[in-house]
DNA sequence: CTCATCTACAACCATTTGGTTGTAGAATAA
DNA sequence: TTATTCTACAACCAAATGGTTGTAGATGAG
């Protein structure tokens, strides 16, 4: 039972994007200020091409957009990618904590039969 | 900068775990109520020793919990695993939301000095 | 006891992932 | 112009991922 082929194929670039400590980093760094794709290289200890392809998946994934400006290439953090996986967290949390409260409701009635 | 490498792997699991739709799909039953790893396997039009697998990567993650009950295994929700990345992705949204006050700050003042 | 059910796990396979090096083009600096 | 910087992208490689089938051990039902 597929509901959404489309969305789900988002949402899996969307976590995978975040499945990854250099991509989590890359995503603070550009969330607090500006950073080329080189001057973002500067921090890990990989090579320049890797780290362009960390930055590609987070643009995939919607998380970053990329502008260019003279020879550079800046990274932004792209605020909605972010927003649509907490939303989604919620929901989850939202389920699991109606579950709970039902529980609680539950055990209540069975304090009062007694 | 490696600031917490366990942390760091807690959370690759964790959102590799979230980075697949049957994964996302399974968080949702078992978040909803009881099941048997063989219940959840009549879901998905997989094997169900890739359902088994699935789960095993949830457990991994901290997202669910097994418990053995005859021949069965109940497969449940734990909640910790949902806070935790919740927690950095409102982190990541009050890191964004400080910049953007900033900016505002900033194109205020530059109202004040016309 | 015997049979069916539920689970665990190994072995295997194709694809993806995360890294590398190397080449080439575009924009800036000297 | 020439050299340097920044980026793009291809080709390659090892390891991880997501699936399969097959085997075997526990447990419950008849």
Redesign the pocket.
């Known amino acids: 039972m597929v509901v959404d082929e489309l969305r789900d194929a988002d949402l899996d670039r969307l976590f995978?994007a975040f499945?990854?400590a250099?991509r989590r980093d890359i995503v603070t760094r550009v969330t607090a200020g500006e950073y080329?794709?080189?001057?973002l290289?500067e921090h890990y200890?990989?090579?320049?091409?890797?780290v362009?392809?960390?930055v590609a998946?987070l643009e995939r994934a919607s998380l970053v957009t990329?502008e260019k400006r003279?020879?550079?290439?800046?990274v932004r953090a792209h605020h909605d990618g972010l927003q649509r996986a907490r939303r989604l967290l919620d929901e989850y949390e939202t389920i699991w904590r109606q579950r709970a409260d039902r529980i609680a409701d539950i055990l209540a009635e069975g304090e009062e039969a007694l």
């Open positions: 995978q499945a990854d250099t080329s794709v080189s001057r290289a200890a990989m090579s320049f091409a890797a362009q392809k960390h998946v990329k003279g020879r550079e290439q800046i």
